[in-house]
């Protein structure tokens, strides 16, 4: 694999939290796949003899959102597809683009790190801006999107929030991969949303970080040193045994494979683990964050 690099006008953020949409539509890098799969959905549809009407009913989904998946103007959840190739006899050519048309719910520029995500045995990342993806709340998703300039439109945050979701399977996945989170103490005092919102988001902490395969560290403001001044970035761990680093800055996001530069971001990440508290320790800050809210 080699270096993969994503630039894209106007502003965006860490963690994924900008997208390109316009007027609703999908992003540029995603609408192929979309309308490959709408085109498909409705001819299969049409040889099956049904109106949209009468699909809908047959799946539970209304003739308009049918309409949006044959325009390639919403990306259709993996349970629809499942039940559209298996109500419309399509012998699973629906359900092969199943992966491809998933990877159009995310920001073209985080498509990448989603799929190393979804591979990994591992994974290693600071946060210093919002919580990780990973761990957040879907209410503290929702205002993160919501967050966004230019505005995203309502459907878009929706499906924005679902795919962020969605990445938390993570935890149920078997072999279940070991994540390690260390988060800049000033993320857990952003209220993001709101007080409540934070709170909710401080408890899914406690119970995420009781899990057997994570550990989350809270790197104190307090510290006279953070090796993490540069930004948020991840480390995973693939299947072959190799390391790769995926790192946002603003507009642009990249993949790393050369071993120099990862190695770089290694030993910062293990320096950060020395600065920060041991996961025990943030666990019980955690704990006296919520008892001071």
Do not use: W
């Amino acid at each position: 694999m080699s270096d993969v690099v994503r630039e894209f006008d106007g502003d965006a953020a860490p963690d994924e939290i900008a997208g390109a949409e316009v007027c609703g539509s999908p992003e540029a890098g995603s609408s192929g796949i979309l309308r490959v799969f709408g085109r498909q959905l409705k001819r299969f549809r049409l040889r099956a003899g049904c109106e949209r009407a009468e699909f809908g009913a047959r799946t539970g989904y209304s003739p308009s959102t049918i309409a949006a998946y044959e325009q390639g103007r919403r990306v259709p959840p993996p349970r629809f597809i499942d039940l559209a190739d298996e109500a419309l006899d399509a012998g699973g050519v629906l359900q092969e683009m199943k992966e491809e048309v998933a990877r159009a719910q995310y920001p073209a520029f985080f498509r990448d790190a989603a799929r190393l995500e979804a591979e990994a045995e591992g994974l290693l990342a600071y946060d210093a801006q919002v919580f990780n993806g990973l761990l957040q709340t879907e209410d503290y998703a929702r205002a993160v999107f919501r967050m966004m300039r230019p505005p995203l439109q309502d459907g878009i945050v929706e499906q924005r929030v679902a795919a962020r979701l969605a990445r938390q399977e993570i935890y149920t996945r078997r072999p279940t991969p070991l994540t390690t989170f260390i988060i800049d103490e000033s993320v857990l005092r952003r209220p993001i949303g709101g007080y409540d919102v934070l709170r909710g988001q401080l408890e899914q902490i406690l119970i995420i970080g009781q899990k057997r395969t994570v550990e989350i560290q809270v790197l104190p403001l307090g510290r006279e040193e953070n090796a993490g001044l540069a930004g948020p970035f991840t480390l995973f761990d693939t299947r072959e045994g190799r390391r790769v680093a995926y790192v946002e800055v603003q507009n642009v996001s990249q993949v790393h494979t050369e071993r120099h530069l990862v190695r770089g971001l290694e030993v910062k990440y293990g320096t950060l683990r020395a600065q920060a508290l041991t996961p025990q320790e943030s666990l019980a800050y955690v704990e006296e964050l919520l008892r001071e809210s």
